[in-house]
């Protein structure tokens, strides 16, 4: 039963890879076993080999199980200390560049990304930044790059916004449209959010500051590893890489490139290549 | 002679850290299985836990980490605000999946995923808490041939989660915080330590 249902994932997940170039094989598999369950039962299959059946054929069908695939979890300014930390360690090291890059890696709807667009204004600093948000999943992309959110929800981030040591307020950075909060043009200008995948594409630009949050733990230690090895490559010498508040390199190969920074928060830095 | 076990595993919400206490303080230093539990608490409690154990007994007490490899005689927790699963390989995953009985961490979460890398070599228990949350995971490690346990409803302080489980998996040994102590030793002390592989 259980190596029937390991199979099952198995297959249905190189017929992804095959028919969309989604890859979804090295994902950690307890976490994604239990996502393939749930999207059985709201899309009304009644196995994964169903499941399977209907991906192949029904193009749609796909891009409702994406959903289920990869996880969107995003909040702005998500643990207050790890951005108080970029603003008031990183970012004055970054300052000393002539232009900034940043790479929010699986940035999903975008919230990361716009948080620290915000955080380089306030520092000064985003007239000469660019910001990239890339992710493999398109409709979360789409709603990246329109800057649209629940008013409520921005509402609710006022307070992690203020704790990261906020010189100025949130409410700066959208405006109201009825129940909607449209992010400021100007930050979105800064920002390219685009497709990429971190377990087929490679290195698209050297940046100075990575960010991937709670994206590695749904990667198994291979795929976590050749992640890592991307952002080794992207980043300048002594650039800096964020990664998510229960996330480490402590159980990683890659992590001979990197030395700790803030370690609490979850930063580290690039080694000196010489 | 009754069968040793490499991963005990517990959950519980309201009324279960005094039962921990009480058991875990206890343990052994030759105690050979691996402890994994979930605790329903809030998200803003992060170090609560650990705090609690570090001072009784032999047993290193730790949050459980992404990745980490699971390592015999270790007490792990999980971190609040992610669900805490266990990998074939033997090693912990965090997720920030949906919750499962408004919970997360969830214990149905641990438990199934338990099942699944351990198969009959769990033994999976079941503490006074509020809601059903574990019932379903108990369920999965009797199926895969694992033990499980409940604790016995008059000595819970909160009944909905023990009682949840005993309808779910009725030939569960029914424990209180001292029998529960005596059923962990039978199965687990004298075991050799060993790494999770």
């Known amino acids: 039963m259980d190596a029937e249902i390991d199979l099952e994932i198995r297959l249905l997940l190189e017929a992804i890879y095959d028919r969309y170039h989604y890859d979804f094989r090295s ?18 299959v009644a196995s994964l080999s169903g499941l399977q059946e209907r991906v192949l054929h029904e193009p749609e069908v796909f891009a409702a199980l994406l959903q289920y695939l990869t996880v969107q979890v995003s909040d702005m300014f998500r643990d207050p200390e790890f951005f108080r930390v ?5 970012l004055p090291v970054l300052a000393t560049y002539p232009s900034i890059k940043v790479w929010v890696a699986g940035c999903s709807t975008g919230e990361e990304a716009y948080s620290l667009a915000i955080l380089l204004q306030e520092e000064g600093l985003l007239d000469r930044s660019i910001i990239y948000g890339t992710d493999i999943n398109a409709q979360a992309l789409r ?16 307070e992690n916004h203020r704790r990261s040591g906020a010189t100025t307020s949130l409410s700066d950075y959208y405006h109201a449209s009825g129940e909607s909060a449209i992010m400021d043009p100007a ?5 390219t959010f685009s497709d990429h ?4 594409d490679n290195v698209f630009s050297e940046v100075h500051l990575v960010t991937c949050r709670n994206v590695l733990i749904y990667f198994d230690q291979e795929l976590q590893n050749r992640a890592l090895n991307l952002f080794a490559e992207a980043l300048i010498s002594r650039g800096f890489l964020g990664l998510g508040s229960k996330e480490s390199l402590r159980f990683s190969e890659a992590a001979g490139h990197f030395t700790e920074f803030a370690l609490a928060e979850r930063i580290y830095r690039r080694k000196g290549q010489s | 002679m009754t069968r040793s076990v490499d991963l005990v595993v517990i959950g519980g919400s309201a009324g279960a850290i005094e039962v921990l206490h009480q058991v875990l303080g206890r343990l052994p230093a030759t ?11 809030p998200a803003d409690g992060p170090h609560l836990l650990t705090e609690i154990f570090t001072t009784p007994g ?50 149905d979460v641990l438990f199934e995923s338990a099942a699944e890398a351990y198969g009959d070599r769990v033994l999976g228990v079941i503490l006074s808490g509020a809601n059903a949350d574990g019932a379903a995971g108990l369920r999965a490690i009797a199926a895969a041939g694992g033990i499980t346990a409940v604790q016995a409803l008059e000595s819970a302080e909160m009944i909905a989660m023990p009682a949840a489980a005993l309808e ?16 962990l030793r039978a199965h687990g002390e004298g075991a050799e330590k060993k790494d999770g592989l």
């Open chain 1, 27 to 44: 994902y950690a598999k307890a976490s994604l076993k239990r996502r393939l369950a749930q999207a059985c039962e709201n899309l009304e």
């Open chain 1, 86 to 90: 970029i603003r008031t360690q990183v």
């Open chain 1, 143 to 158: 709603a990246a790059v329109s800057g649209v959110y629940s008013l409520s929800r921005l509402r609710g981030f006022t």
């Open chain 1, 187 to 191: 930050l979105r200008r800064k920002i």
């Open chain 1, 197 to 200: 995948s971190l377990a087929t």
């Open chain 2, 31 to 41: 105690f050979g299985p691996a402890t994994a539990i979930v605790i329903h608490v």
């Open chain 2, 58 to 107: 032999d047993l290193k007490v730790k949050l459980a980490e992404d990745k980490e490899p699971i390592v015999g005689g270790t007490i792990y927790f999980a971190t609040p605000d992610y669900h805490l699963l266990i990998e074939k390989g033997r090693t912990f995953a965090l997720s920030l999946d949906e919750r499962v009985h408004y919970s997360r961490p969830a214990i």
């Open chain 2, 168 to 183: 779910a998996v009725p030939q569960s040994l029914e424990v209180d915080a001292a029998s529960l102590g005596e059923l």
